[in-house]
């Protein structure tokens, strides 16, 4: 007995040692490590998550959506919390529309703390997989971006990346405008991950909507012409800008081959590229309207001017004629543009000499970028006057030798439209409903030689004029053909089978209302401007004119 009550003393004497020993220890951790332990708790539990603002949507300027933010859920799973990846995996596959294998490679890496399963999952399909309750899954809110019409103006409107920034177009250049501010949100999880209390810690600001210059209506007609001459030419691209030249609003601007802005991924980068500002080429006849211009201005020609011009014409070391083969003839400065010759506008620009021509090309903007409120726009590439060889007045003023963009040319010839003002182009009319400050212009030209230079420009569409089959009942049209061959990149010369054919124009020719730019890259089985360019000009105004209610003129 004695024996029995020894062994049951020391027994409670031991429990007494480690209760004492559990007291020690628990007072140590409370006042020495509580601190510490008390955050690496809160650690675990909480976490704060970042709540994304709503993207500013872009909409036309009648309200039509282009580019819209919907409620979307990025997936991830903890693997280390996953009961069984097999059949996790066999559950998510048709719902998040990937290989079940694939997802049960992810779901079994047992090393990893974390791994995404999808990003940007929209928010109903999001829910779907919720409600599954397969613990380990993490949602977090984001923004999906979506372009409600596809692929129209795709290329203006540019793409977002999947961390919700601006890469390109619109989305990229006014990205501050559309992005907002960012929340803040503290989730408090249990030990398999699912959130059990949630706070706000600070509200996210959605971004600013955008209201553009673009008549939806209007662009889809351009880009259906566009696809129509990418079907009959087979061009490397295309290009087409509808501008109103009194303001220098933008109502359409296409390109071709077209981009489904949902899945950009899918095209080339070629295709993705906005060339109305990120193409460079030789203008060729259109710049000839910029020659008679400055001369016209000086005064040292009138649209009645006669000269005597020859089939081809000496300047240094070069000999330049006409697209076609004639004889002698005697062409007024009107005559000259209109039928285009080559010959005729070398010796107007002769007649202004290097350091005047000089001065127009840059009074017009070439060899500076417009200021349209895309990013990416190209300068166009002027020769400096110190750099003009002897024969450099022989290629210039018939579009030779300088190179341009879509826009620049669009934009300058909107000065001739306007009244003589040059105006910067714009795309965005308003932010958040509030409108945007038109931009300011300068003159480039009294309105009487504007005048002057319109009426000349009618002479394209008359008989003998280089788009004379095309035209459009009730309305008068003014406009340019252009067709300039492009530099073979092996020989750095003159290709003798690679073209842009190219036309701007605007009516009513008097007053103007409307203008359009038409841009073909190496068409191929037709290579002129009257023949390529001209006649989409010709069927994108036949189609806006009564649209807008134009009246006839």
């Known amino acids: 007995m004695p024996t029995t009550e020894r062994r049951v003393g020391q027994l409670f004497a031991v429990f007494l040692v480690l209760l004492a020993v559990a007291g020690v220890r628990t007072a140590y951790l409370a006042a020495v490590k509580g601190g510490s332990l008390r955050q690496r708790a809160a650690s675990q539990q909480t976490t704060a998550v970042t709540v994304p603002a709503q993207r500013g949507s872009i909409v036309d300027r009648h309200g039509t959506q282009l580019a819209v933010s919907e409620p979307a859920d990025d997936i991830a799973a903890n693997p280390r919390l996953i009961v069984d990846p097999v059949a996790a995996a066999r559950r998510l596959a048709p719902l998040l529309h990937q290989g079940a294998d694939a997802i049960a490679v992810k779901l079994a890496a047992r090393g990893s703390g974390f791994v995404y ?3 940007q999952v929209p928010a109903d399909m999001a ?7 397969i613990a380990g899954l993490q949602f977090t809110s984001v923004d999906k971006r979506d372009y409600p019409r596809g692929s129209l103006a795709a290329q203006v409107l540019g793409t977002v990346g999947i961390d919700g920034s601006g890469l390109s177009g619109l989305e990229y250049a006014d990205d501050r405008v559309l992005r907002g501010h960012s929340g803040t949100r503290r989730v408090t999880s249990d030990a398999l991950g699912h959130p059990i209390a949630v706070a706000d810690a600070s509200q996210a600001e959605p971004g600013h909507g955008l209201e553009l210059s673009i008549d939806a209506t209007i662009q889809s007609r351009a880009e259906a012409v566009l696809a129509s001459v990418g079907r009959t030419y087979g061009p490397k691209a295309a290009t087409a800008i509808v501008m109103d030249p009194r303001s220098g609003e933008i109502l359409a601007l296409a390109n071709w081959p077209p981009v489904n802005a949902n899945h950009v991924a899918r095209a ?5 590229q906005d060339h109305a500002v990120g193409f460079d080429y030789e203008p060729g006849s259109t710049f000839k309207a910029f020659t008679v211009a400055g001369a016209l201005q000086e005064g040292l020609v009138t649209p009645s001017t006669l ?3 020859p089939p081809e ?3 240094a070391d ?18 000259i543009l209109a039928q285009s010759s080559n010959v005729g506008a070398i010796r107007i620009g002769l007649r202004l000499g290097r350091s005047h021509f000089d001065s127009w090309v840059h009074r017009f903007g070439f060899g500076r970028p417009t200021g349209v409120d895309l990013p990416g726009e190209e300068r166009g590439q002027v020769l400096p006057l110190d750099r003009y060889s002897g024969s450099s007045m022989g290629n210039l003023p018939i579009g030779q030798g300088n190179s341009v963009t879509p826009m620049q040319m669009a934009t300058a010839y909107a000065a001739v439209a306007n009244g003589g003002i040059l105006r910067a182009p714009h795309l965005v009319r308003a932010v958040d409903g509030h409108g945007t400050r038109e931009p300011t212009g300068r003159r480039v030209l009294t309105p009487p030689v504007a005048a002057e230079l319109r009426q000349m420009l009618k002479g394209v569409f008359s008989p003998g004029g280089t788009a004379s089959e095309v035209s459009i009942p009730g309305y008068q049209l003014a406009g340019k053909t252009g067709t300039a061959n492009k530099i073979d990149p092996v020989t750095h010369t003159y290709s003798s089978s690679r073209y842009v054919a190219s036309f ?21 089985g037709a290579i002129y401007g009257g023949v390529v360019a001209a006649p989409a000009f010709g069927q994108i105004m036949s189609f806006a ?9």
């Open 117 to 119: 399963l999808a990003r």
């Open 307 to 309: 000269f005597d011009l």
């Open 127 to 133: 829910e779907r997989i919720r409600r599954l309750n």
């Open 318 to 335: 070069r000999t330049i004629s006409d697209a076609e083969s004639r004889p002698d003839e005697t062409l007024s400065t009107a005559r």
């Open 313 to 315: 014409i000496q300047v």
């Open 504 to 524: 701007v124009g605007f009516a009513p020719a008097r007053r103007p209302r409307l203008l359009c730019a038409v841009m073909v890259d190496e068409p191929q």
């Open 268 to 272: 080339s980068i070629a295709a993705r």
């Open 545 to 553: 004119l009564p649209y807008l209610r134009v009246p006839p003129a």
